[in-house]
């Protein structure tokens, strides 16, 4: 059995146009994914404690598990910190989206240690839709970006404008990644896509969440950790 958190963002407001935070399909698709393989799923926040949560949809029988799921209702509403956790213990980490993550993920520190720590321990670090805005400010021990030379997929600069949002978000996702050496490549805009290289594994929007989980579980089926 294996031991993987889902990260989430603590950022509630879209750039003053209307709340936002963790896109609630990106946790509960990869908990249920993982949940039924038999694994062991832990949640952590930038800020701890209750994260702001967006994209809610309960006609989705998987997020009416997810919400409806007391043990797992208790972990959601009181995270601790990427700051307070010990990356040695856990075996993969995958970072939810949602447009808080823009905001918060590049720059924490406690999110960046986690995160080097469970990659450089022979651990699987995963992100999907806005999630990846983890990796940009995720650099190895030696100052490389996790990214650079790597396979990856993220919310599209295309999506973005589909969205409306080119002028609200702080960068653009897609660009950023490229331009720390992360070899991005994209579906159609909504469509599935999910990259993975190595122990890193990507996912373009929230129909990638499935996948991106998926994938997670065949890399540390094979991993030596």
Not at 47 to 74: H, K, M, S, W, Y
Not at 185 to 198: C, I, L, R
Request: glycine letters at 14%; charged letters at 15%.
């Amino acid at each position: 059995m294996a031991r993987i958190l889902i990260g989430l963002t603590s950022h509630g407001d879209l750039g003053g146009l209307r709340p936002t935070g963790y896109y609630l399909p990106e946790a509960a698709h990869p908990w249920h994914v993982f949940t039924s393989a038999g694994h062991e799923v832990e949640f952590a926040s930038v800020a701890g404690g209750e994260p702001p949560v967006d994209g809610v949809d309960l006609t989705d029988p998987i997020q009416q598990a997810f919400t409806g799921d007391a043990a797992v209702q208790a972990k959601v509403t009181s995270t601790p910190r990427f700051a307070d956790l010990d990356p040695g213990a856990y075996d993969a980490v995958l970072f939810a989206g949602g447009h808080g993550a823009m905001w918060d993920f590049p720059s924490d520190e406690g999110l960046i240690r986690f995160g080097r720590g469970v990659y450089e321990q022979g651990g699987v670090v995963a992100a999907v839709c806005h999630g990846p805005a983890a990796l940009v400010g995720l650099t190895l021990s030696d100052g490389t970006p996790i990214v650079a030379g790597k396979r990856v997929a993220g919310f599209t600069d295309s999506e973005e404008a589909a969205a409306g949002l080119t002028e609200v978000v702080p960068f653009l996702l897609q660009s950023t990644l490229e331009k720390l050496g992360g070899k991005h490549s994209g579906a159609a805009d909504w469509q599935p896509h999910v990259v993975t290289d190595g122990r890193l594994v990507t996912g373009q929007n929230p129909a990638s969440s499935t996948g991106v989980a998926q994938e997670v579980l065949k890399v540390l089926s094979t991993s030596k950790r």
